[in-house]
């Protein structure tokens, strides 16, 4: 069974660091495209960044230049690096991950999935 499992999230003064961690476990599948999300309390779930499996990344405007996305595919686990973090950067933060994994494997058939990650908190006080 896929899963995805974050860490990473904590509580930080204003123009602190974090970096989150987001990583696939189980078999049978690779990696499309993963990307982070956040939702703060009140307000819908945003994207922040996104990573696709050629590495061509996006940003929310407001994170541009502070966040960085990147991706090891040996160890299926995307990461999010957070500098000068305002508090408005508080949220729950979720990883997301398009996968292609084999649904069955005689006949082989492979699926297009989506998969959301439990959140994690990063709480960034002023």
């Known amino acids: 069974q896929v899963r995805l499992v974050e860490s990473g999230g904590d509580l930080v003064q204003a123009g602190g660091s974090l970096r989150l961690s987001c990583a696939v476990s189980g078999s049978g599948f690779s990696i499309d495209a993963m990307g982070w999300y956040r939702q703060a309390p009140g307000k819908q779930r945003e994207l922040v960044a996104s990573?696709?499996?050629?590495?061509?990344?996006n940003y929310a405007d407001s994170v541009k230049g502070r966040f960085t996305i990147s991706r090891d595919n040996a160890k299926n686990t995307v990461y999010l690096q957070m500098n000068n973090l305002k508090p408005e950067d508080t949220a729950v933060y979720y990883c997301?991950?398009?996968?292609?994994?084999?649904?069955?494997?005689?006949?082989?058939?492979?699926?297009?999935?989506?998969?959301w990650g439990q959140g994690t908190q990063v709480t960034v006080s002023s």
């Open positions: 997301n991950a398009d996968l292609t994994v084999v649904v069955q494997t005689a006949p082989l058939i492979r699926s297009s999935r989506n998969y």
């Open positions: 990573i696709t499996g050629a590495s061509s990344t």
